[in-house]
């Protein structure tokens, strides 16, 4: 059985930084709009404090190496495995989570939408670096 290769956890980690903050760069604005922020108030929140980027960061290597485990214990080793195993973890753990909020938080489905859109990306990059990469 192999081990978790750390190199692949930090670069699958970087990805889902990388392709998460694209996707909130492109649902940005409907995100703001569906948390009732008014448009003047969006220029002061486009970019995120110093220590708020380094908790996502932290997030997302948390992330990619609790992955990183289920990759190796479960023996995926090929990118069609990987994404089977992401988008049973998505559907396990982010959707599950995000329906519970829209239905006990009155969060708008919209929103959760968007979330679960941005877990799914972020998931599906991280399990198919770390399922193929050896």
Request: proline share 4%; charged share 15%; hydrophobic share 65%.
């Amino acid at each position: 059985m192999l081990g978790i290769n750390y190199l692949a956890v930090v670069v699958a980690a970087v990805a889902a930084f990388v392709v998460s903050t694209v996707w909130y760069i492109v649902f940005g604005k409907e995100m703001m709009k569906l948390q009732g922020v008014k448009p003047d108030a969006m220029a002061d929140m486009e970019t995120p404090q110093p220590w708020k980027i380094l908790v996502e960061i932290v997030r997302s290597l948390v992330v990619a190496y609790v992955l990183a485990r289920f990759v190796v214990l479960l023996g995926v080793v090929e990118w069609m495995g990987a994404v089977q195993l992401g988008v049973w973890v998505w559907i396990g753990f982010p959707i599950t989570l995000l329906v519970g909020s829209v239905v006990w938080e009155n969060i708008p489905w919209k929103l959760a939408a968007i979330h679960a859109g941005d877990w799914l990306v972020k998931i599906l990059f991280i399990v198919v670096i770390l399922g193929v990469w050896r």
